[in-house]
């Protein structure tokens, strides 16, 4: 999944500024799926209360060796709306790509959250173009959504159902059994330790085509300071 497994928010808080580690962890009886795993390494700053900037490095598993770079990420999100239960965001963010024969990416998004004090449901859509000479000139959509029940049964853990979705080019859809569905559950919790705030999310997926690998663990750890 090109999307690696994060939902964003379109939610900005001036001053923010944290460190991420987030991936994902397949599990298949096929060879080209099993035990593939990817990791992306994130800083933010929110420079205003609607201006926020992230670098995100990309380190994944290829054929023949164990562990490669393959991507760094410049993004910027723009929140144009907010009110109590519902806001919207721009994104969009420049990919250098490491790996040889393939194009740079331009990747935007709209953000929205519709939330109240039990639930928040936030949507992600994706569009995403190769750049360059080796840019095949077509963009992708994507589609991500998480639905989550705040204080589930504890104070302060969340549980819901998370999923993502890559339909192919916008011109020409591929076929259902050709694209790639994930969806399952996840859990998250913040924790305030000596004045810092630790965020955590656990989750798996499961492949409902023949494209998505049968089984994905995902984890987010984020470090607020």
Known sequence: MNAHHKIYSPRVEEGRQSLEWRGHFSKDSREEYDGNHHHVFETEYSWTSYWQSEVEFHVSDKDGTPLDWEKTEFQN???????????????FSYN??????NPDEIEYKYLNEFNNE???????????KGVGTEGSGSTTFDLSNQLMIKDFYLQGFNFGIVGFSEFGNLTNFKTLNKQEHLYGFQFETELEITNYEYEISLGYLN???DSSANH???WNMEFEF
């Open 118 to 128: 039990r639930y928040s449901l936030i949507s992600n859509f994706i569009f995403e």
């Open 216 to 218: 994905v663990f995902i």
């Open 77 to 91: 999100q723009i929140q144009i709306f907010d009110y109590k239960n519902f806001s919207g965001a721009l994104y």
């Open 96 to 101: 250098f790509v490491s790996q040889q024969n």
């Open 207 to 209: 492949g409902l085509t």
